[in-house]
């Protein structure tokens, strides 16, 4: 259980900043089987916040009336031994743990977890940037031929795991001619990158039980480690899957949970349908994630927090992987953005190395920071 007796409980929350901050991806991320064009840009909302002389940056859509709201609270108010930060502070948790952290000079990994490491923490994650690229090409082969190549940028970036999209028969392409793209590029995926990578497959519920069936069946020979969001999660659906798996002595996870995930997801992964849950880690949030982790771990389900668009993300996974139970792989969708240097993760051999620094980890240029909330962002603090 954390404690908090070493802050000063006159610290108060003295100023909250945020400014959408803008950057790019390496490349255009194509559409997915139930959106068009994901595009280059990405933008990660910044919030600073001050309190006791220290600062904490961190993702958060905070609404700036919320945070007006919040000025003035001390670390009483803010951190508890239940569950970390009240429920009520729970808006600003990704700054207010890198605040907490820093404050400690420690990494957000070790603060977390409770665990330090004394070499390099590294953590798996995965290349997720294997979208439709291809809707302009005429052909399985050229389209196989585009996906191998962005595969093996991903390879020669250091990632040894690789999540294709698939679904095209869903909206963007005929239902044949779109399934058989799909395990074309799949298969062509495999061979590119050798047998000792690892090979998921997400058809953001693009399929159908038997659609699902045949792309299993037509795939088999790529060995796929997971498959993410085949269709809407239904319990007798996924049972079918299940027994149609097990008949043929099939391995593959089935993962979901991102989006409007049903009610039960949940108890449905707890009863053997579902390999890994996967609600959003921003939007969920890390505070919840820790004793969901915890849960899902009683029955072996895997936690895989979704991050896909999400910058920030990338090194807030990393960070949370060693205190979130069961947490399987890092979801990482490369981007980088004008004054958060990154440089201190690195990848190799398909594992995310992470700095020593303390909080989060990245450096934020504070006076471009500064010039960007007085351009487009907002400041709430004390008197103001
Ligand atoms: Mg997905």
């Known amino acids: 259980m954390p404690t908090f007796e070493d802050l000063e409980k006159d610290w108060r929350i003295e100023k909250i900043e945020q400014v959408i901050l803008t950057g790019e991806r390496p490349r255009l991320a194509g559409s997915n089987a139930r959106l068009g064009v994901h595009g280059k840009e990405v933008d990660c909302p910044l919030v600073r916040i001050t309190m006791g002389g220290h600062t904490g940056y961190g993702w958060s859509r905070i ?29 600003i948790q990704f700054p207010l743990l890198d605040w907490l952290a820093k404050a400690r000079g420690i990494p957000v990994h070790e603060l977390l977890s409770g665990r330090k490491h004394d070499g390099t923490l590294e953590v798996p994650g995965y290349d997720t940037s294997l979208y439709f690229d ?38 963007h392409m005929e239902l044949e001619a779109g399934t058989r793209r799909d395990i074309a590029i799949v298969n062509g995926i495999r061979e590119a990158v050798g047998p000792d990578c690892e090979l998921a497959i997400d058809a953001n519920n693009g399929y159908n039980l038997n659609l699902t069936k045949r ?15 085949a269709f809407h999660e239904d319990d007798r659906l996924y049972r079918n899957l299940k027994d149609w798996m097990a008949d043929r002595n099939m391995q593959v996870l089935i993962t979901d949970g991102e989006g409007h995930a049903a009610g039960p997801i949940v108890e449905w992964a707890e009863q053997g349908l579902i390999d ?37 993300g990338n090194f807030a996974s990393a960070q949370t992987y060693p205190a979130i139970e069961g947490f399987f792989y890092v979801e990482w969708d490369e981007a980088q ?31 471009h920071y500064d010039r960007r909330v007085k351009e487009s962002g907002w400041s709430a603090a004390a008197g103001g």
């Open 63 to 91: 609404p700036r009336k919320t945070a007006e709201a919040l000025i003035g609270a001390g670390v009483r108010d803010i951190f508890c031994e239940e569950r970390w930060i009240k429920e009520r502070f729970c808006g």
């Open 276 to 312: 890994a849950i996967q609600y959003d880690l921003r939007d969920y949030g890390v505070v919840d994630w820790l004793p969901l982790g915890k849960r899902l771990a009683k029955s072996g389900v895997k936690a895989a927090p979704h991050n896909y668009g999400g910058f920030y």
């Open 215 to 229: 792309v299993l069946t037509e795939t088999a020979q790529s060995n796929l480690l997971w498959i993410e969001e």
């Open 134 to 171: 291809d809707l302009h090409l005429k052909t399985d082969a050229e389209a196989v031929a585009l996906l191998q190549e962005e595969a093996m940028s991903g390879y020669e970036a250091g990632f040894r795991a690789f999540k294709i999209k698939v679904g095209r028969g869903a909206m």
């Open 337 to 367: 953005i004008p004054g958060i240097d990154t440089s201190g993760y690195t990848i190799q051999d398909g594992k995310i190395a992470l700095p020593r620094t303390p909080g989060f980890g990245l450096h934020i240029d504070d006076a």
